[in-house]
DNA sequence: TCTGTGATTGTTACT
DNA sequence: AGTAACAATCACAGA
């Protein structure tokens, strides 16, 4: 199965009206084109299946997803009906808002934890990347 | 049977 | 400084 595949997704939203991220600075996928075609923009990752970097690491969950992976199961217990992405997503991260910094705090750190390993991976991958 | 899509936020890498 | 892409996960739909 295919790991991600959001680039061509499109349909992001079954509603139009209310934008994706106002939060941030704009739209993620909203770009149905390649990106390679938009050449000023970033076309370093034009395509993700281009996978020329087989030991480039992944890049480590963030405190959000790591909340997540836990907030799953108990969503699941709650939702058992509700097994969807989009729904632990959405209520992963409606409730992830509502966290506070307090709570955030053991999923930051092993959020950093891991930033902390994949800075060593990097380290490996630039090195072996250069040679 | 297999692949792609959807949704969430945070973090990274590039320009 | 700013922007786009990706990270994990499962159920559903199409060929």
Redesign the pocket.
Known sequence: ??????????????KEAVP??D?????????PV??AD?G???????????KKDPNK?????????VF??EF?KTF?KENPNA????A???A???K??EMSAAE?APY?AK??K??DE??KL?DA?NNKKVG
Do not use: C, I
């Open positions: 199965m295919m790991k991600s595949a959001r680039g061509k997704g499109t349909s992001k939203a079954t994706v991220d939060r941030k600075a704009s739209k993620r996928k909203a770009a390649s990106v938009k000023d923009k970033q076309r370093a990752r034009k395509d993700k299946k281009a690491p992944k890049r480590p969950p963030t405190a959000f997803f997540l992976e799953r699941k097994n969807a992405v989009s632990v997503g959405k992963g991260g409606q992830w808002r955030k930051e959020a950093g891991k930033k994949y800075g990097m991958y």
